[in-house]
Nanobody
């Protein structure tokens, strides 16, 4: 049984920062890649960030230069540091991991992830 447990999120003003955490139980986060996705009301799920087992990192175009994904193997946790937040970043954020070690190159496709966190709401508003 693998569970991804998220924490962080909340309400922040534009230009502010938040950090999301994704901790695993039943599995080592370093054994597989991890992705972050978000979904705003009325919109499709959007890829946010990805980190591979080996540390390769990719970001969605809308968050490049503002968000940073990282992994702390000692804490068995993947983080998403979000800086310079904008109202359009408002969404429900999920972390996700594949059943195996990786997504086979489909790092930005949610269909290639099998385990999902419970979701964390991020609201950016003044």
């Amino acid at each position: 049984q693998v569970d991804l447990i998220q924490s962080g999120g909340g309400l922040v003003q534009p230009g502010g920062s938040l950090r999301l955490s994704c901790a695993a139980s039943g599995r080592s986060m370093s054994d597989s890649s991890t992705g972050w996705f978000r979904q705003a009301p009325g919109k499709e799920r959007e890829f946010v960030a990805y980190i591979s087992r080996g540390g390769s990192i990719y970001y969605g175009d809308s968050v490049k230069g503002r968000f940073t994904i990282s992994r702390d193997d000692n804490k068995n946790t993947v983080f998403l540091q979000m800086d310079n937040l904008k109202p359009e970043d408002t969404a429900l954020y999920h972390c996700a991991a594949p059943l195996g070690m990786d997504t086979g190159g489909y790092w930005n496709n949610p269909h290639f992830y099998d385990y999902w966190g419970q979701g964390t709401q991020v609201t950016v508003s003044s």
